[in-house]
């Protein structure tokens, strides 16, 4: 019996010598540990300092937030009462984007303009004639005449009176048939034109 209750005793005892072992190491851990955080807090306060950043721990509580950044609650006019309907506010002066039409993209409003600018044949350039060069347009244009249509408006006696106005190109508008190429681009027949004149 005395065997057995040695042998116990002396486990009992080596168990408490490792619980104290162990005891200690935890203590000798926790102090290291807080001596780790408290460097790091005089760390951080001097960074915070140089920074002029204010630090709130249980000495130094934070100081209050100014007033302007402190969330403050709406006018009482504004809160509507249980009892009183709200009221309607006016319309702030700002410009409403106009409506756009479906189909009015930029690329078929410059289509629909330019259709519009070539859907009337008479007001074409006279360029388009035949023998009608950049230096007999030019004379055209000081006399006023710059589309096709007022060419193919011309009767025998607008062509004289123009002719007698054209100096060195007196002559050529009946030579090249400018009315006559005129009034078929005005008309619209642009085959005819080309078969005649060649192509535009």
């Not at 519009?116 to 350039?125: C, H, Q």
Request: charged share 20%; net charge negative; proline share 10%.
């Amino acid at each position: 019996m005395t065997d057995g209750t040695d042998t116990i005793t002396w486990i009992h005892i080596a168990l408490l010598i490792l619980l104290a072992v162990a005891v200690i190491v935890a203590i000798a851990w926790g102090v290291k540990l807080s001596r780790a955080r408290k460097q790091g807090q005089k760390e951080f306060g001097a960074h915070a300092e140089e920074a002029g950043v204010p630090i709130a721990d249980a000495d130094h509580p934070a100081p209050p937030a100014p007033a302007a950044l402190a969330p403050s609650p709406p006018p009482l006019s504004d809160q509507p009462d249980a009892g009183t309907p709200p009221v309607a506010r006016p319309l702030a002066d700002e410009p409403i984007a106009a409506a756009v039409d479906p189909d009015g993209t930029p690329a078929t409003l410059a289509a629909d303009a330019a259709n519009d600018t070539a859907s009337s044949p008479a007001d074409g350039p006279v360029t388009q004639l035949k023998g009608l060069g950049p230096k007999v347009a030019a004379r055209l244009g000081e006399l006023g005449i710059d589309r096709v249509g007022q060419i193919a408006a011309l009767d025998d006696a607008g062509v004289a009176a123009l002719d007698a106005q054209m100096g060195p190109f007196a002559g050529r508008i009946v030579r090249d048939r400018w009315v006559e190429q005129a009034r078929l681009l005005t008309n619209g027949d642009r085959g005819g034109f080309e078969r005649v004149f060649g192509k535009l």
